[in-house]
């Protein structure tokens, strides 16, 4: 979880279906492709605003509401090693653009007075990795998905990101996906520490043209 300056790290721990909905202030990913040839660009943004509160112990405060809303923003080339019919294999190398915003907000207790804290952090990764799709059988239906490792020390000290998808190719222009997305980022900066990991259901729509 991201802290602020000055501060010990905090651990929260939100779950999809018990937590998420409810601390979720709101949630984007867009995915843009062009390619001509064996040669290919992507982009890839994904902004997140997740909002806790908890009471906290003690008499200085009552309770400590953390938010942390971030962007992240991957452009990246492609370059097609294999094809076959429908099932291809890319290799995938570029950069990736982190904005992190975190607030901390604490009630007033019996003592204390109440207090708010903010910093935002800056950096990019340089990441690599390979994108890959296959049909399943002769049917409609495919298997999709990516891996990338990134950071190596540059921004973060470390970062890979990795997708699974089943899809049904409903026309040649159209397909639908449903899968899985684990995230895991380690950055540190002076007093400030993002080790996160995200990870949850992924459904999507492309259309191609």
Known sequence: ???????????????????????????????????????????????????????????FFSTIKSRTTSWMVSAAGLYRLAERERA???????LRYWSVDSELSLS????????????????VDPFMGLKAMTPIGESKFFLSGFLSLGGFGVGSDFMWDGNVNLGYQWTKALATTIGYRYLVVDYEASDFLYDVTQQGLVLGLSWRF
């Open 1 to 59: 979880m991201a802290t602020l300056p000055g501060l010990p790290p905090a651990e929260i721990d939100l779950d999809f279906y018990d937590d998420i909905l409810d601390n979720l202030n709101g949630a984007l990913m867009l995915v843009g492709e062009a390619r001509k040839g064996r040669y290919g660009i992507v982009m890839d943004v994904a902004y997140v605003d997740i909002e806790a509160e908890d009471p906290t112990p003690g008499p």
């Open 88 to 94: 291809f294999l890319d290799v995938i190398g570029g």
């Open 108 to 123: 007033a207790g019996l003592i204390g007075r109440p207090r708010k804290l903010s910093n935002k952090e800056d950096w």
